[in-house]
């Protein structure tokens, strides 16, 4: 097996104020990792140190074996790092096509419509909502919009902040088959999800973040059963079929 991102005692938060203090993980090529926290835990503080959007203090992050902490956002995602933060993050007054056009701009033109092409194809809806504004899409179709635009660069690590929020269950069943087909194509997955349940079941490991440090780490399965997590993530009752 293969580490595609090695998190070495990584501080990092914002200002003078570190939020995510001494943490590691590593991440084998093609997995799937979850990675849990109660809010303000500092998991999207985490991944944005991973992107490299936040003051990072110390430690060192590895991706294929070249440390890139001290990199720019744009050198990791040239790299193959590609990051989709929690929120809207797509332009809401331009059409679907644009966005994508848009996600397009790290490529060389002669590139864009293979890209496009590639993404649409794994995303059909997209193509049919070609002309719409992102902004009046279902927030589900948004959350495609949003990963296919990292798509379109073909990273080789994608970070997804809260990809199924604010979906209906079905859409969230579809994020997450997506996220299984991306993985698949032999992607590695760090993703944060509010439907911790759902995101362990696609998830082959898990890291369990509390207060900024790691609290627990190993497989999916041993996460998704361990009483405490049960407790704190998983609705309570410690005896309920997962
Ligand atoms: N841009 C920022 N500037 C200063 N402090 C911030 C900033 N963003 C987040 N914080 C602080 O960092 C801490 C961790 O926030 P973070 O967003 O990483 O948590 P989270 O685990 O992603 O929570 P949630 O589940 O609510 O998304 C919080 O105390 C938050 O107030
Ligand atoms: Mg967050």
Not at 66 to 73: D, F, G, N, Q, Y
Not at 85 to 99: I, K, L, T, W, Y
């Amino acid at each position: 097996m293969t580490v595609a991102l090695e998190v070495v005692s990584v501080t990092a938060g914002y200002g003078d104020n570190p939020i995510v203090q001494d943490f590691s993980a590593s991440l084998q090529a093609g997995s799937i990792t979850t990675l849990i926290g109660g809010n303000g835990a500092g998991k999207s503080t985490l991944l944005r140190a991973i992107y490299g959007t936040n003051r990072f203090f110390s430690g060192r992050i590895v991706f294929e074996g070249e440390s890139i902490e001290r990199l720019p956002p744009w050198q990791r995602l040239k790299r193959g790092v590609g990051f989709v933060p929690q929120g809207r993050c797509n332009f809401p007054a331009m059409s679907v096509g644009e966005n994508l056009k848009m996600g397009c701009y790290t490529l060389p033109a002669a590139a864009h419509e293979a890209a496009i092409g590639r993404v649409t194809g794994l995303f059909p809806i997209l193509q049919q909502r070609w002309r719409i504004d992102a902004g009046n899409l279902s927030g589900g179709e948004q959350q495609i919009l949003e990963m296919a635009m990292v798509l379109l660069v073909e990273p080789k690590l994608l970070l997804l902040d809260e990809p199924s929020l604010g979906l209906s269950p079905k859409m969230q069943g579809d994020v997450f088959t997506t996220v299984q087909r991306i993985a698949a194509g032999g992607v590695t997955v760090l993703i944060v999800e509010q439907n911790v349940r759902g995101a362990l079941l696609i998830s082959d490991r898990a890291l369990v973040m509390e207060q900024g440090r790691k609290f627990m780490e190993g497989p999916a399965e041993e996460v998704r059963t361990d009483p405490r997590i049960r407790q704190a993530y998983l609705g309570g009752n410690i005896h309920q079929a997962a």
